[in-house]
């Protein structure tokens, strides 16, 4: 005869394993950051539209916006929502601006649009300045805050996180040596993270294997950045094998949180992907590249069941890939313009299945990469083709006002005086403050008005600065 009293605890175990079922599933779907820095891309409207075409399963914004967000109502996507930097203090100070924060960015839309994370901050311990510190220690009070706005309006599945770099950890390789940087330990780390195993959330993290490889081509294999290796790593701590570099960087964490008592935080993917273009002196960065991690990410964050990591194995990790879109105002080195899955246009760079399903065979061949080794020869920084005059004038100024006599062969009766032409004089202030002040982290840039190139620029006479790889 049945035992009536086990009937409530059989329905309750039963709806356990429907919704951790659901979840797991969930888990395998591919998530897109939505980033907006540029001045050519489609609208909200139209870019919804794609995202749903691309059957993305989440979307990841960089802020809250309303109209982006009640475009998503409706929609199947799970939404990951940003606060801002700069509010995070005034929100851990105030219940009530958190609470302000919650009304206006999440209830006004929720549960139309299915918002299901809220991430305070972003890259939030990459920053030193004063300010920055004093953010540091501001965020998990945030955090606390939002979690308790949340929790007073009845809403228990937006969990609330935070995305941190690979630069929170002092050590990285092998994966069983991972530590958190000792400056953030005490102070943020540990309440992070019991922040996070109470309110079982996740622990985001922007992670991206061209940087290490990038930065290391003789002793990183791209293969193993790009899940292409058949050579296998035994970490001499652990014993755990490793054939890809992602799967090590993952680890890495896992390990430092674990040291710290926190053996059960999941790990989520916010950020990652492969440049599809750059400048030239920038390694390996191109489509077939982009194509090839891309896919095989995919296919290892979908696959059933989930394979997690060597010290995590079978647990599925929520993986969001930057970008949407290549966007043409992010500043920095041209990576940061080249991450998108598409063009501006909404055409697609390279093809690629979110869902998994398509088999990598399936895939048309890709064009060869001709960058996967460093470039070696001289380089200029030159005006870009179609730079805008007045834009150019104060980047020249820029130019001018930075390093050590960047722009003195450029004074009337010096050598590189004539002829007096903007564009002439800003190639040579762009070259002469890139050759000066490329080790210390400068780039060819200046705000989409220069370019590199490999024609010496120079004339007889006048001997453009330049940088020797």
């Known amino acids: 005869m049945d035992n009536p009293s086990s009937k409530p605890l059989l329905l309750c175990l039963m709806l356990s394993c429907l919704l951790v079922g659901s979840w797991a599933e969930s888990s395998s779907k591919i998530g897109i950051n939505y980033g907006r820095v540029g001045n050519n891309l489609p609208s909200p409207y139209q870019s919804i539209q794609i995202i749903k075409s691309m059957k993305a399963g989440r979307l990841k914004l960089y802020d809250a916006d309303p109209e982006i967000l009640k475009l998503l109502s409706g ?55 004063d300010y920055d510190k004093e953010i540091w220690h501001n965020l998990v009070p945030a955090m606390r805050r939002i979690k308790a706005a949340l929790r007073a309006q009845g809403i228990k599945n937006i969990k609330v996180s935070t995305p941190l770099a690979m630069d929170v950890l002092q050590s990285t390789f092998p994966p069983s040596s991972g530590t958190f940087r000792s400056d953030i330990l005490e102070n943020v780390m540990l309440p992070l993270l019991h922040f996070l195993n109470s309110s079982k959330s996740y622990f985001f993290l922007d992670v991206y294997t061209y940087f290490p490889w990038s930065a290391n081509p003789k002793n990183i294999s791209l293969d193993m950045a790009l899940f292409e290796g ?20 993952l680890d890495s964490v896992n390990f430092a949180m674990e040291k710290l008592g926190y053996p059960d935080i999941r790990l989520a993917i916010s950020e990652t992907g492969w440049p599809n273009s750059g400048d030239l002196d920038q390694i390996g960065a191109n489509v077939h590249n982009a194509a090839t991690y891309n896919r095989n990410l995919i296919k290892r964050m979908t696959a059933s069941p989930p394979l997690g990591t060597p010290a995590r194995p079978g647990v599925a990790i929520p993986t969001f890939i930057f970008s949407l879109y290549d966007e043409n105002q992010k500043a920095g080195p041209g990576t940061e313009r080249h991450w998108g899955l ?5 055409t697609s760079i390279y093809d690629i299945d979110l869902t998994g399903d398509r088999q990598l065979s399936d895939y048309d061949p890709l064009p060869p990469a001709e960058n996967n080794e460093p470039y070696r020869g001289e380089l200029w920084c030159v005006v870009a083709e179609g730079a805008n005059l007045m834009e150019l004038r104060s980047a020249l100024n820029f130019a ?57 620029p120079g004339v007889r006479g006048c001997v453009f600065p330049n940088v020797t790889l």
């Open 75 to 129: 929609t199947k996507l799970e939404v990951s929502v940003m606060i801002p930097n700069d509010d995070i203090i005034n929100i851990a100070a105030n219940q009530t601006s958190a609470a302000h924060w919650v009304h206006d960015n999440v209830l006004l839309f929720y549960p139309d649009t299915m918002i299901r994370f809220i991430l305070v901050g972003n890259e939030v311990l990459s920053y030193f300045s």
């Open 342 to 346: 598409l063009r501006p246009n909404g």
């Open 230 to 249: 058949n050579v296998k790593h035994t970490d001499p701590g652990s014993g755990l094998v490793y054939t890809n570099l992602l799967d090590q960087m």
């Open 400 to 456: 001018c006002s930075q390093g050590n006599e960047t722009c003195a062969a450029l004074t009337p009766g010096r050598e590189c005086y004539q002829p007096v032409s903007v564009i002439r004089h800003a190639s040579y202030a762009f070259s002469s403050y890139w050759a000066q002040l490329r080790s210390q982290g400068a780039s060819c840039y200046f705000n989409g008005a220069a370019v590199q190139t490999t024609n010496n």
